[in-house]
């Protein structure tokens, strides 16, 4: 008989999930009964001249959602070592809520459920409902509903959806000695955009970029 797999969380203290907060993640004490994952596309709606409705023109794609509850029971019944709440509240909180001062934001975390359910992604919210209490008022059993967003570097973003992408925001490297104008012939095939994106990115120099390593090409129509 195959051993419970258990939803486990891990921490990270960088955005391309590669350093561990912690050698020892956050294994939930039962599973989520269900889990619920959102994916949206979001539209600007144009209306073009002589025409009875709007069209819908793709503006992004935004992060997906993962949401669901677990429960801790800290009576004894499920795990006779998992006994204190506090503990494990803070155990909790401290991989996906907490602020890490070392990177100055709360961890990335990893959402593992066995070999089908991976999840890389921030916080979004923690609701915490106790549902039963010992005689001195101290909690025995707490509801928690948790709601992430999927988290992908921008390094990873960039490559994904291709340089040449009018519509998406873009991050570049710049290259020694190449001009705004250059870059924007590189991204978009079009260098007299290099005005916009100059006042993007509060520059006031558009030929000699030292000094500067990356710059944000917004999206073409942000830049009109």
Wanted: hydrophobic share 35%; proline share 6%; net charge neutral.
């Amino acid at each position: 008989m195959a051993s419970l797999e258990l939803m486990k969380i891990t921490g990270y203290t960088d955005e391309e999930f590669q350093n561990k907060f912690s050698e020892n993640p956050y294994a939930f004490m039962i599973n989520p009964d269900n889990i619920k994952i959102q994916k949206g596309i979001e539209y600007n709606e144009q209306q073009a001249p002589a025409t009875s409705s709007a069209s819908q023109k793709y503006k992004s794609t935004p992060s997906d959602k993962l949401n669901f509850e677990i429960v801790i029971d800290c009576t004894g019944i499920v795990d006779p070592k998992r006994i204190d709440m506090a503990k494990e509240i803070t155990a909790l909180e401290t991989i996906i809520y907490t602020y890490n001062g070392k990177i100055h934001r709360p961890n990335f975390v990893k959402i593992q459920w066995g070999q089908n359910i991976t999840f890389n992604g921030v916080l979004n919210s923690i609701d915490i409902s106790y549902t039963l209490f010992k005689p001195d008022g101290s909690p025995l059993r707490a509801k928690i509903s948790l709601s992430f967003s999927q988290y992908i570097s921008p390094k990873t973003v960039t490559m994904t959806d291709g340089p040449e992408s009018p519509d998406l925001t873009h991050i570049v490297n710049v290259t020694g000695g190449m001009s705004l104008p250059q870059l924007c012939l590189k991204t978009w095939d079009d260098d007299s955009l290099y005005i916009q994106v100059a006042k993007f990115n509060n520059l006031n120099k558009f030929r000699n970029l030292d000094g500067i390593n990356k710059l944000i090409f917004p999206p073409l129509s942000n830049t009109n």
